[in-house]
């Protein structure tokens, strides 16, 4: 079984300050996804970015960048010029692909880290 | 942009009783999941289904099913229904494998059900 640990419960930064997020996960599997989604307070899961094993280059959005090291197993996520709307607390997300039954393959399930509270200081 | 739509959006039980959770996915969108979201904790994968079958199982009860519908949305049913059942429900969806699109599943803005 795939697990995703997140060893930092909280973390805050200044407004306009860069942060980073750590995230490892565990699997034996060579093709998969990671993700980032934030859960603001409205407790909405909202997609930040994602990034495909098989891809070499990091995933940026904006003033969202991973750090993808498949060898270490590492998925960090940075987050530059911090803005107050970036309190959340983020999950990192680990997915496979998996066989179905009657034939084909289909989207695995999200498996979560424990999430990391991120607090944006004005 | 269409989202994810569920309903009810807030739903008040007594013990034993049963829920139905309902679940719209984004059009065009074939692949549904249905995670658990207990407070302070991780969202918990329950089940997803793909073309009406279900697709995966994770830790959901056996007193817990949940559906596929010929126009995509599914529904979670939840009989005799515990203390520790009260949380947050979310249902998100994707399109399919074959679609070639990526992986992406967006979330709705979850059921939050409380059980007396």
């Known amino acids: 079984a795939q697990t995703v640990t997140q060893s930092q419960p909280e973390m805050s930064v200044q407004e306009a300050e860069t942060v980073t997020l750590s995230c490892t996960y565990d699997t034996s599997e060579s093709n998969y996804y990671l993700f980032w989604y934030k859960q603001p307070p409205s407790r909405q899961m909202i997609l930040v970015i994602r990034?495909?094993?098989?891809?070499?280059q990091n995933a940026t959005e904006n003033r969202f960048s991973v750090n993808f090291q498949k060898a270490a197993k590492s998925f960090s996520l940075k987050i530059s010029d911090s803005q107050l709307g970036d309190t959340a607390m983020y999950f990192c997300?680990?997915?496979?692909?998996?066989?179905?039954?009657?034939?084909?393959?289909?989207?695995?399930?999200?498996?979560f880290g424990q999430g990391t509270i991120l607090t944006v200081h004005p | 942009a269409a989202g994810v739509i569920q309903s009810p959006r807030h739903l008040i039980k007594e013990k034993r009783e049963t829920a139905t959770l309902k679940c719209y996915p984004i059009?065009?969108?074939?692949?549904v999941y249905w995670y658990q979201q207990g407070p302070g904790q991780d969202p918990q994968f329950l089940i997803s289904?793909?073309?009406?079958?279900?697709?995966d199982k994770g830790s959901i009860p056996d007193r817990f099913s949940a559906q596929q519908f010929s126009d995509y949305h599914s529904e979670l049913n939840m009989s005799s229904l515990e203390l520790g059942d009260s949380a947050l429900y979310f249902c998100a969806s994707s399109l399919s494998f074959k679609a070639g699109r990526g992986p992406t599943q967006y979330f709705g803005p979850g059921t939050r059900l409380t059980v007396l």
């Open positions: 990034q495909e094993a098989y891809k070499q």
């Open positions: 997300a680990f997915m496979k692909p998996v066989r179905l039954t009657a034939g084909g393959t289909s989207y695995g399930k999200l498996t």
């Open positions: 059009p065009r969108h074939d692949t």
């Open positions: 289904f793909y073309e009406k079958m279900q697709s």
